[in-house]
T-cell receptor, first 112, second 112 residues
Framework: DGGITQSPKYLFRKEGQNVTLSCEQNLNHDAMYWYRQDPGQGLRLIYYSQIVNDFQKGDIAEGYSVSREKKESFPLTVTSAQKNPTAFYLC???????????FGPGTRLTVT | ELKVEQNPLFLSMQEGKNYTIYCNYSTTSDRLYWYRQDPGKSLESLFVLLSNGAVKQEGRLMASLDTKARLSTLHITAAVHDLSATYFCAVDINNAGNMLTFGGGTRLMVKP
């Protein structure tokens, strides 16, 4: 079955540690996205990538980094510079130029 | 900066009643998407609206788009408990299919 997977589902880290969230898709989509969702809020765009080896900052990129070495994979690193990293992180993908995005199941990150 | 505003933010309704959720946006766009999110879960695509006057229906939900008014509506007919969820609209900010801006969501609770 085609889809988007994110791992892990839950992640706990100590403050000051970098952590990498995985996102993989087998939909053959060119475009991939990372969003952050805080409780009771909408989604905010962190980074997006339209093609391999290229990505752009979204609205809240500070304290995050990404890479896009393969079409299927778009990992997100939450660095120690991110002041409030505890949140629900959602990865999505789409056909390039066609806006409907398909979402993965999400990773809930808790930093203490 | 594109703003996407939904109202109401919270809606409690009885089963069998009708209601409409509104999504207003602040800049020109011909592409708008509706998603559903169950508590603690990811987003599920409901409707893709790609032109002025577009109307889509699925079961008890009907979505429409008026690009001149910069307004989309999600109408609920004869609500049932299973429709309880948070509904998000998202606007393609440059009509290029590469970036969405999400509204803050409408939390719908349907009481038996």
């Amino acid at each position: 079955d085609g889809g988007i997977t994110q791992s892990p589902k839950y992640l706990f880290r100590k403050e000051g540690q970098n952590v990498t969230l995985s996102c993989e898709q087998n939909l053959n989509h060119d475009a991939m996205y990372w969003y952050r969702q805080d409780p009771g809020q909408g989604l905010r765009l962190i980074y997006y990538s339209q093609i391999v080896n290229d990505f752009q900052k979204g609205d809240i990129a500070e304290g995050y980094s990404v890479s896009r070495e393969k079409k299927e994979s778009f990992p997100l690193t939450v660095t120690s510079a991110q002041k409030n990293p505890t949140a629900f992180y959602l990865c999505a993908s789409s056909i390039r130029g066609y806006g409907e995005q398909y979402f993965g199941p999400g990773t809930r990150l808790t930093v203490t | 900066e594109l703003k996407v505003e939904q109202n109401p933010l919270f809606l409690s309704m009885q089963e069998g009643k009708n209601y409409t959720i509104y999504c207003n946006y602040s800049t020109t766009s011909d592409r708008l998407y509706w998603y559903r999110q169950d508590p603690g879960k990811s987003l599920e695509s409901l409707f893709v609206l790609l032109s002025n006057g577009a109307v889509k229906q699925e079961g008890r939900l009907m979505a429409s788009l008026d690009t001149k008014a910069r307004l989309s509506t999600l109408h609920i007919t004869a609500a049932v408990h299973d429709l309880s969820a948070t509904y998000f609209c998202a606007v393609d900010i440059n009509n290029a299919g590469n970036m969405l801006t999400f509204g803050g969501g409408t939390r719908l609770m349907v009481k038996p």
